[in-house]
């Protein structure tokens, strides 16, 4: 912690802690994205989650079908919209999710 004087008043003067600023080391992270519920219809608020088409570690691209969902209306596969491998499998399958709510998260690398 530092001291700082801040003059309050006509003479009176303040003393307050500040916090020390620390240098930190940030390690490159890798990106990851979001595979999101997705609005199958107008009305559709929530889905399904039927069946995950691919598994922890497995590599997508674009296009890929990942996961079926059920909702007010049909059953509908869900294409991934990038490309990358997923990294977790965050709703399982027979739950429920609120539209635009992540399901399961693809990250750039397997590891």
């Not at 916090?19 to 608020?45: C, F, G, Q």
């Amino acid at each position: 912690m530092r001291l700082a004087a801040l003059w309050c008043g006509a003479s009176a003067l303040v003393v307050r802690q500040q916090p020390t600023r620390r240098r930190l080391r940030i390690a490159p992270r890798m990106a990851v994205s979001e595979i999101a519920m997705p609005a199958l219809s107008s009305t559709m608020t929530s889905g399904r989650v039927v069946s995950w088409l691919v598994g922890k570690g497995d590599k997508v691209e674009a296009g890929d079908p990942v996961m079926v969902v059920e909702s007010d209306k049909a059953d509908m596969e869900v294409e991934s919209f990038e490309e990358g491998y997923v990294a977790a499998i965050v709703v399982d399958e027979g739950s429920d999710a609120d539209v635009g709510v992540a399901v399961g998260y693809l990250a750039e690398t397997a590891e």
